[in-house]
């Protein structure tokens, strides 16, 4: 007789499990805790077997049924049905294995420890609020060009252009990851080209008028904060680095007898070591800054914790408290500032510039030069340089 669903609810708890059978192999099967699950007995190539169908109340008579006639139907096909429920529990796990955001995340996890903190937190943004919720379940090897297309396009719906662009770029090294282990057979971000808005390009922002720019260094001298900001903003023109390698600047990177700061290649841009020959003026801003990073790791540590390094945010917000709009001056506008002057004021050669700017510097043969190329010349550059400020701060 056929269990109805007051019986299912009446049905008590006993002290050991118990069965309330429903019929054909159905049955409800109770627990001393008062748990209830629906079960299948059947019997397949001479075996005894069960079939777990579910959780009472959850999971209804009339469901339990239903999924019963099911087994019972791959029973006349002669399929085991505890054997095909394994199988697609397995496909959907090599599914998933195969997803656009496991091969993402695998890709992440690999390629990307060696990148700056801030790259690494653009690059999660743009995959977990771009990517994932439009593309993340879909099988990477079934990614077409028009389903990555229409992911782009909605970012560039908001007007994130710039956005759009770097996500097809993440995208485009995610399949080539994917081709080079097997996974896919061709990358879809590559049929992609010319098919998003072109962004408008803007330069980052610097001062590059020497009257201008003498007035930028009698503000920095004049700033209010803490010592730790003040001194990293008054160092900023003179090694002009780009901004997260004088934030991540460490005592250890410094020999400050040989007047040399050296930047390990895992922090460049380039990955290639850096020498920043430091001037006079440079080394007096860096002991006096000594006190202020005493037994710390960074020479400008974080004020939320002396095991980090100040945010990336102190200089920009240390320029905005001095008056400097976001077009007016960057951090990173520094570089622009000395590589300017330098060339248009002071003459020095421009492959010497470009040398300590870090840039990819090739000679006549298209060779890369070595980091220690023109080191004397630009030693006594970041002299000049550092003397040359101090000029225009005493004109200012």
Same mark, same amino acid.
């Not at 096909?77 to 695998?106: I, L, T, W, Y």
């Not at 700017?357 to 070595?370: E, I, M, S």
């Given at each position: 007789?056929?269990?109805?669903?007051?019986?299912?609810i009446?049905? @008590?708890? $006993?002290?050991?499990?118990?069965?309330?059978?429903?019929?054909?192999?159905?049955?409800?099967?109770i627990q001393?805790?008062?748990?209830?699950?629906?079960? +299948?007995?059947y019997r %397949?190539n001479? $075996? &005894?077997?069960?079939?777990?169908?579910?959780?009472?109340?959850?999971?209804?008579?009339?469901?339990? #049924?239903?999924?019963r006639?099911?087994?019972?139907?791959?029973m006349?096909? *002669?399929?085991?049905?505890?054997?095909?429920?394994?199988?697609?529990?397995?496909?959907?796990?090599?599914? /998933?294995?195969?997803?656009f955001?496991?091969?993402a995340?695998?890709w %992440?996890?690999?390629?990307?420890?060696?990148?700056?903190?801030s790259h690494?937190?653009?690059?999660?943004?743009?995959?977990e609020?771009?990517?994932?919720?439009?593309?993340?379940?879909?099988?990477?090897a079934?990614?077409?060009?028009?389903?990555?297309l229409?992911?782009l396009?909605?970012?560039?719906?908001? *007007?994130?252009?710039?956005?759009?662009h770097?996500?097809?770029?993440? /995208?485009? !090294?995610? %399949?080539?990851?994917?081709?080079?282990?097997g996974?896919?057979?061709?990358?879809?971000?590559a049929?992609?080209?010319?098919?998003?808005q072109?962004?408008?390009?803007t330069?980052? /922002?610097?001062?590059?008028?020497? @009257?201008?720019?003498? *007035?930028?260094?009698?503000?920095i001298d004049g700033?209010?904060?803490t010592?730790?900001?003040?001194?990293?903003? $008054?160092l900023?023109?003179?090694?002009?680095?780009?901004?997260?390698?004088?934030?991540?600047?460490?005592?250890?990177?410094?020999?400050?007898? !040989?007047?040399?700061?050296?930047?390990?290649?895992? @922090?460049?841009?380039?990955?290639?070591?850096?020498?920043?020959?430091?001037?006079?003026?440079?080394?007096?801003i860096?002991?006096?800054?000594?006190?202020?990073?005493?037994?710390?790791?960074?020479?400008?540590?974080?004020? #939320? *914790?002396?095991? #980090?390094?100040?945010?990336?945010?102190a200089?920009?917000?240390?320029?905005?408290?001095?008056? +400097?709009?976001?077009? !007016?001056?960057?951090?990173?506008? %520094?570089?622009?500032?000395?590589?300017t002057?330098?060339?248009?004021?002071?003459?020095?050669?421009?492959?010497?510039?470009?040398? &300590?700017?870090?840039?990819?510097?090739?000679?006549?043969?298209? #060779?890369?030069?070595?980091?220690? !190329?023109y080191m004397?010349?630009?030693t006594?550059?970041?002299?000049?340089?550092?003397?040359?400020?101090?000029?225009?701060?005493?004109a200012?």
């Amino acid at each position: 007789m056929s269990l109805t669903n007051t019986q299912c609810i009446n049905a @008590k708890p $006993k002290d050991k499990p118990y069965k309330a059978a429903d019929g054909h192999g159905l049955y409800l099967f109770i627990q001393p805790n008062g748990a209830k699950y629906w079960r +299948f007995s059947y019997r %397949f190539n001479s $075996k &005894q077997k069960t079939l777990a169908l579910g959780v009472y109340p959850a999971t209804s008579i009339k469901m339990a #049924r239903v999924e019963r006639d099911k087994a019972k139907a791959l029973m006349a096909q *002669g399929v085991d049905p505890s054997e095909d429920r394994r199988d697609q529990k397995a496909g959907r796990m090599e599914n /998933s294995a195969q997803s656009f955001q496991f091969v993402a995340n695998d890709w %992440f996890d690999r390629k990307m420890a060696q990148k700056s903190d801030s790259h690494r937190v653009r690059t999660h943004r743009i995959l977990e609020k771009d990517l994932y919720p439009y593309i993340g379940h879909i099988a990477i090897a079934s990614v077409t060009p028009q389903i990555l297309l229409k992911a782009l396009r909605r970012i560039e719906g908001r *007007g994130a252009i710039d956005t759009a662009h770097k996500a097809k770029h993440v /995208s485009n !090294q995610i %399949f080539r990851y994917a081709l080079a282990s097997g996974l896919v057979e061709r990358d879809p971000a590559a049929d992609l080209t010319g098919a998003l808005q072109t962004p408008t390009r803007t330069h980052l /922002s610097a001062i590059t008028e020497p @009257k201008e720019f003498g *007035g930028l260094l009698l503000a920095i001298d004049g700033f209010m904060g803490t010592p730790t900001v003040y001194h990293a903003l $008054k160092l900023a023109p003179l090694v002009f680095a780009r901004p997260t390698e004088l934030r991540h600047m460490e005592w250890s990177e410094l020999n400050l007898e !040989q007047a040399r700061w050296v930047i390990p290649a895992e @922090k460049m841009k380039m990955k290639v070591e850096h020498i920043v020959p430091l001037s006079t003026q440079a080394i007096e801003i860096i002991k006096e800054q000594e006190p202020y990073s005493v037994g710390t790791r960074y020479v400008f540590p974080s004020a #939320r *914790g002396k095991s #980090r390094a100040m945010s990336e945010n102190a200089v920009r917000v240390a320029l905005r408290t001095l008056g +400097f709009t976001n077009e !007016q001056m960057t951090g990173h506008g %520094f570089r622009a500032s000395a590589r300017t002057m330098l060339d248009e004021v002071l003459h020095y050669r421009v492959e010497v510039i470009e040398m &300590q700017l870090a840039h990819a510097v090739k000679d006549t043969l298209g #060779r890369a030069y070595n980091r220690t !190329q023109y080191m004397d010349q630009r030693t006594e550059m970041m002299q000049a340089w550092a003397d040359y400020l101090d000029t225009l701060r005493a004109a200012g």
